[in-house]
């Protein structure tokens, strides 16, 4: 039987979701980071060791990482907060200004002294990538962030519509994090979204969403080779959903993967498959971030499982179309849907 998803909402339904969107209030908790991008051109190689010498031409910054989600809910047009933790320095100095900026409410962010801002640099000459360096710390953090973090999530409850949970695997969402979330909403009605960095799902149980891509699905379900999931393996991946709706007890599992679409699978319902939306691929950098920010705002504005798939399924065609960490705005949305 074909479960292929070709338009399970209408254009009327798809318009009446991102009506929605200024109206509904999505927190999303996780690794901040800041992107560094340094471009240049490369002419000559140094004289000091065979490497190429980058002269540079422009630099600029982004928010990445759980920021990313951030100004995916932000640019289509929800109402976002967010709380996370970074450090006593010039990067973190820069992120909550911009976040200010974009008027997204910052009373979840913490500052540890002893921790850097999460700040990936970049290095690119000629369109290519010549090198990344990482300023960060992966240890845990510290308990008295980790309380003023539930305490703030626990203060806005009664504001929010979904929770996005975006975990990079550097110390922020950690098991006690994670337990606080569950304390609070416990008998509260605010779907939570998890978007996943661990081989091991055990910490993220009993959420409502999980929405890993093919390879994390994969590892969660034991497979070696996650490579050849997308060759044609439908009956594969099936099997996967399903273990992990079931061991897991999520609601819903969202499989991503890339090029060949993604898979829905609904606890008490049926699997479907969602083709990919993009004509022509350029980068798929931050397409993960997409798909769960309009993913939850989809949810936060009213639409089940399978509309809020399908509403994220477009958003991140468009964003694989674009250079770079892209966002999609309301118009273009509207034009695909």
């Not at 920021?67 to 973190?92: E, F, L």
């Not at 979904?162 to 008998?187: C, F, M, P, T």
């Not at 009605?189 to 149980?205: A, E, G, L, S, W």
Request: glycine share 10%; charged share 25%; proline share 4%.
């Amino acid at each position: 039987m074909d479960r292929t998803i070709k338009r399970p909402v209408n254009r009327k339904r798809a318009l009446e979701i991102i009506g929605q969107y200024p109206s509904s209030r999505v927190l999303v908790i996780g690794d901040l980071m800041v992107d560094h991008f340094i471009w240049g051109k490369v002419s000559r190689i140094s004289p000091e060791a065979p490497v190429p010498v980058v002269e540079v031409t422009k630099e600029n910054l982004m928010m990445g990482g759980s920021g990313n989600v951030v100004s995916n809910i932000h640019a289509i047009g929800g109402t976002v907060a967010v709380a996370g933790i970074i450090g006593s320095d010039g990067m973190g100095d820069w992120l909550e200004a911009k976040l200010q900026q974009m008027n997204v409410d910052t009373g979840g962010l913490v500052r540890e002294g002893e921790r850097p801002t999460t700040v990936k640099t970049r290095i690119v000459a000629h369109g290519q990538q010549m090198v990344r360096y990482d300023r960060e710390s992966r240890h845990a953090v510290q308990p008295g962030s980790v309380d003023r973090i539930v305490r703030y999530v626990t203060s806005i409850l009664d504001e929010l519509q979904a929770i996005v949970i975006s975990d990079y695997n550097k110390g922020i969402v950690s098991e006690s994090l994670l337990d606080g979330i569950r304390r609070a909403v416990s008998g509260r009605r605010i779907p939570v979204c998890v978007d996943p960095k661990r081989n091991d799902f055990t910490v993220y149980r009993d959420f409502d969403v999980i929405t890993p891509n093919h390879h994390e699905a994969g590892r969660a379900a034991g497979v070696e080779n996650t490579h050849e999931l997308n060759e044609g393996r439908r009956a594969e991946i099936a099997r996967i959903g399903r273990e992990i709706l079931k061991q897991y007890g999520f609601q819903a599992v969202l499989i991503t993967r890339g090029e060949a679409g993604m898979d829905l699978f609904e606890r008490g319902g049926r699997d479907f498959h969602i083709p990919a939306e993009a004509k022509e691929v350029f980068d798929v950098t931050g397409a993960g971030d997409t798909v769960i920010g309009i993913f939850a705002l989809s949810l936060a504005s009213g639409a089940s499982f399978r509309e809020a798939a399908y509403m994220a399924n477009k958003a991140a065609g468009v964003v694989v179309g674009k250079i770079g960490t892209a966002t999609v705005s309301p118009a273009e949305l509207k034009r695909v849907v």
